[in-house]
């Protein structure tokens, strides 16, 4: 039971930070892909040494693009 918690602990926080990487690659607006695929590199180097496999973290940054992508349409949408 404990080793699920600590694994989980670890999903969610290499969620926050793609999360906050995401937020900090926004600027005006417009998101800075570059900025953001530099963070990831360093995220992922991170997280694979926490045992994260390569294809469970790029889901973790799909859905964190795509739910800010979703967002942002909704709000434009919104504003129309």
Do not use: P, Q
């Not at 900090?24 to 570059?34: D, I, K, P, Q, T």
């Not at 790029?58 to 434009?76: M, R, T």
């Amino acid at each position: 039971m404990e080793l699920r918690l600590l694994k989980d602990a670890i999903v969610d926080h290499y969620r926050d930070e793609i999360h906050s990487l995401y937020s900090r690659s926004c600027h005006y607006g417009l998101f800075n892909a570059g900025e953001f695929d530099s963070g990831v590199t360093e995220i992922w180097t991170s997280a694979k040494g926490h045992g994260l496999s390569r294809e469970f973290f790029n889901s973790l940054v799909e859905y964190e693009i795509n739910s800010h992508y979703i967002e942002d349409n909704i709000a434009f949408l919104n504003a129309a």
